[in-house]
C-alpha cells in the first residue's frame, strides 16, 4: 500500500518555490504547531467539545473528519481564535490562538454558508493586495497567482467569479500572508475536478516546505492526502491515526444479505472480514476483499440470498481498522473510545 | 504599512468607487437643497431669528451627512457580513473591532465632504453669506455631531439582513430627513409631529447648526441627546458583537 507521505516524497517539485522561510523568532520549532488541552465549551447546557486534547507537531498535514455537530466546528473556532474554551488551553504556534492570528502565522480559509465570501464590486487584485497589507511577511504576488491559479482572473469583479473561481480566491487570502499554519475548511467543496487537483498538487508543495496544514472533509478521498486523520464526534478526539489506515478503510466494503445461518464464528473466519454484524436475519459483514468474502461464503455452503456490496461507511471502518491495529499494537499514535 | 491603515484605505476607495454610493450621496442633498431653494417662502424667518435661507442650509447640511453616514454604512455592511467576507476578516492580524470601527471611521471620512459641498452650494446659490470663521465653525460642529449618524448607519448594517438594509436605510434617510424637520421648519408642523421631532438625532443635529448661525448659544440638549443615540446604538452594537462572539459566528 502507498501512503500519503510516499506519495508526497515521490512527487516531483514542479516549480520551486521560495525557500522555505525561517519559523518567527518567537516560536522555536520544537514547539507544536497547536495544542488542545482538555478543553471544553458549552453552548448553555449542551456541550460541544469535551474534554478534547489534541496535538499537532509542526510540518504535519492533519484531515479533520467527522459528522455535523460532532464539535469539529467549535474546536475550529477555538483554534481560530473566534470562541473561547470553557475550559482547558489551547495554545498555537506557542502562544495563544487570537495572539498568533494577530501575529499573522496562521491562515485560515473558512467556509461560506451563504455567498462566497468576497466583498463584492471589487477586483481579485485589490482585494488580494490590500489581504496582503496585514500581514508582515506576504507571499509574493506571482506566487499566489500561481498557487491559487488565479491568472487571468485579477482584474475579475469578485461576484463574478465561479463557486470554484471565489474559493481559489478564498485560498490565496489564506495563503497571503505566507502562514506557519494553515487551515482550511473543505477546501474544494466548489471546485472541479482538475482544480481539485491542481489545489491538492499545491498543498502537497506547501507542505514540503514545512507548512503545518489542518484541513476538515466531509470527502474520505481527500482525507487520503493528509499524512494523519483525526477523527472527532461527541466533542471528542474518537479515532487518530496515520492516513495510511485510511486508505485501508478507503477499500473495505461492506456485503449484507439474509441468511438462516447465525453463527457468528462463521462469518468472522471468512476471507477478509474485519467485522460482522447479525440482526435477525440479516448479515453484515465489513470486509477488505469482497470478491474473496463472497467465493468464501459460496464454499461454505451457506445459503444466502439478496446479497448487496456498497461501500463500508468510512468513519466506521477507520474506527474499526484504527481498533484493530490498536489491538494488535503495531499502528502507532491510534486511540478509540 | 500598517494593517488597520491599509484596510482602512481598501475601504474608503471601496466606497468611492461606487457610483451608486456618490450619485446617492452627492445627488440627493444637493437636489433636494435646489428644490427647497425655488421655494417661495425664501424670505421667511424661522421662529423669528432665523432667515429661512440659512435654516435651509443647515438642514441640508444635517440631511447630506445623514444621506452619506446611513449608506456608507447600512448595505455594504449587511452584505459583507451575510456574504462572509466580514468573517474571513476575523481570521486576518486585523483587530477584532477593527471592521466595525473602521466602517464608522469611513463613514464620518465621507460625510466631512458632503456638509462642504452643501456649504459651498448654500454660499454659492443659496444666498448664504458665510464668514471665514462661520465656515470652520459650522463645517466643524456638523462633522463632528454626525457621529450618531454614522453609528446609526453601522447598526443598520449590523442587525439588519442583506436584502431589507437597503430599502431600510432609504426609509430612515427620509423618515429622519422629514420627521426631523430637515425638509421643513418645525415649528410650522402640527404639535404632535413637533414633539416626535424632538425625539430625533436629525433634529438636534440641525438644531446645534442653526444656533451656531442664529448666534446664540448651543443648546446642550442637542448635544445630549446626539450623544445618547450614539452610545445607545453603539451598545446595542456591542451586544450583538458579543453575542455572535460567544457563538463563534462574530
Not at chain 1, 222 to 230: F, Q
Not at chain 1, 266 to 274: E, I, K, S
Not at chain 2, 112 to 120: D, G, M
Not at chain 2, 231 to 246: F, G, M, N, Q, T
Request: charged share 20%.
Amino acid at each position: 500500500m502507498v501512503s500519503p507521505s510516499t506519495l508526497r516524497a515521490i512527487e516531483q517539485p514542479g516549480e520551486v518555490g521560495p525557500a522555505p522561510e525561517q519559523p518567527l523568532g518567537s516560536c522555536p520549532p520544537s514547539e507544536p504547531a497547536f495544542r488542545f488541552d482538555r478543553v471544553v465549551h458549552r453552548y448553555g447546557t449542551t456541550v460541544a467539545v469535551d474534554h478534547l486534547s489534541l496535538e499537532v507537531g509542526r510540518g504535519e498535514m492533519v484531515a479533520l473528519l467527522g459528522p455535523n455537530g460532532a464539535g469539529k466546528s467549535t474546536s475550529i473556532a477555538m483554534l481560530l481564535g473566534l470562541l473561547d474554551p470553557d475550559a482547558g488551553s489551547i495554545e498555537v504556534m506557542g502562544t495563544t490562538p487570537r495572539r498568533a492570528m494577530a501575529m499573522g502565522v496562521v491562515g485560515a480559509m473558512l467556509q461560506q454558508a451563504s455567498g462566497n465570501g468576497l466583498p463584492h464590486g471589487e477586483r481579485v487584485g485589490t482585494v488580494l493586495e490590500m489581504v496582503r497589507r496585514l500581514y508582515r511577511r506576504p507571499a509574493p504576488m506571482d506566487l499566489l497567482i500561481r498557487r491559487a491559479g488565479l491568472e487571468g482572473l485579477l482584474g475579475r469583479q469578485t461576484q463574478r467569479l465561479s463557486g470554484g473561481q471565489a474559493q481559489r480566491v478564498r485560498f490565496a487570502v489564506a495563503i497571503a500572508g505566507s502562514p506557519e499554519l494553515l487551515f482550511l475548511d473543505e477546501p474544494t467543496a466548489a471546485m472541479d475536478i482538475d482544480a481539485r487537483r491542481a489545489f491538492w498538487k499545491v498543498i502537497a508543495e506547501l507542505g514540503r516546505e514545512g507548512l503545518t496544514i489542518v484541513f476538515a472533509t466531509h470527502h474520505m478521498e481527500e482525507a487520503e492526502h493528509a499524512d494523519r486523520v483525526v477523527v472527532i464526534n461527541h466533542g471528542k478526539v474518537v479515532a487518530d491515526g496515520p492516513g495510511a489506515t485510511l486508505k485501508a478503510a478507503v477499500a473495505i466494503r461492506r456485503l449484507r444479505f439474509t441468511t438462516k445461518c447465525a453463527d457468528q464464528a462463521t462469518f468472522d473466519g471468512l476471507a477478509g472480514v474485519t467485522d460482522v454484524e447479525l440482526r435477525g436475519g440479516v448479515v453484515v459483514l465489513n470486509s477488505l476483499d469482497a470478491d474473496a468474502t463472497v467465493c468464501d461464503l459460496v464454499r461454505s455452503g451457506i445459503e444466502f440470498k439478496d446479497l448487496e456490496v456498497t461501500g463500508a461507511r468510512l468513519e466506521e471502518a477507520f474506527l474499526a481498522l484504527i481498533r484493530e491495529a490498536d489491538a494488535s499494537g503495531t499502528a502507532g499514535t491510534g486511540q478509540a473510545s | 504599512m500598517n494593517p488597520l491603515a491599509a484596510f482602512g484605505r481598501f475601504e474608503l476607495f471601496r466606497l468611492l468607487r461606487s457610483w451608486r454610493f456618490l450619485a446617492v450621496t452627492v445627488g440627493f442633498p444637493v437636489i433636494f437643497y435646489m428644490l427647497f431653494l425655488s421655494d417661495h417662502s425664501a424670505r421667511r424667518i424661522i421662529d423669528g431669528t432665523v432667515p429661512w435661507r440659512e435654516y435651509l442650509m443647515v438642514s441640508m447640511c444635517s440631511f447630506g451627512a445623514l444621506v452619506a453616514a446611513l449608506n456608507a454604512g447600512g448595505t455594504r455592511l449587511a452584505s459583507e457580513r451575510a456574504t462572509g467576507w466580514a468573517r474571513q476578516l476575523r481570521v486576518t492580524p486585523l483587530p477584532p473591532w477593527s471592521y466595525v470601527g473602521t466602517k464608522v471611521a469611513v463613514s464620518m471620512v465621507v460625510v466631512l465632504p458632503v456638509v462642504l459641498l452643501v456649504e459651498i452650494v448654500g454660499t454659492t446659490f443659496g444666498g448664504v453669506p458665510l464668514s471665514a470663521a462661520q465656515w470652520f465653525e459650522l463645517t466643524g460642529l456638523l462633522w463632528v455631531t454626525a457621529v450618531p449618524f454614522a453609528v446609526l448607519g453601522v447598526f443598520v448594517g449590523f442587525l439588519v439582513h442583506a436584502e431589507t438594509a437597503y430599502p431600510v436605510v432609504t426609509v430612515l434617510m427620509f423618515v429622519l430627513g422629514y420627521f426631523g424637520g430637515l425638509f421643513s421648519p418645525v415649528s410650522s408642523m402640527p404639535a404632535a409631529l413637533q414633539t416626535t421631532a424632538r425625539l430625533l438625532p436629525s433634529f438636534h443635529h440641525a438644531s446645534l447648526g442653526i444656533d451656531l448661525l442664529a448666534g446664540h448659544g448651543l443648546d446642550a440638549t442637542h448635544w445630549l441627546v446626539l450623544l445618547g443615540y450614539a452610545v445607545v446604538l453603539a451598545l446595542v452594537i456591542l451586544l450583538k458583537y458579543r453575542r455572535e462572539e460567544s457563538l463563534g459566528l462574530a
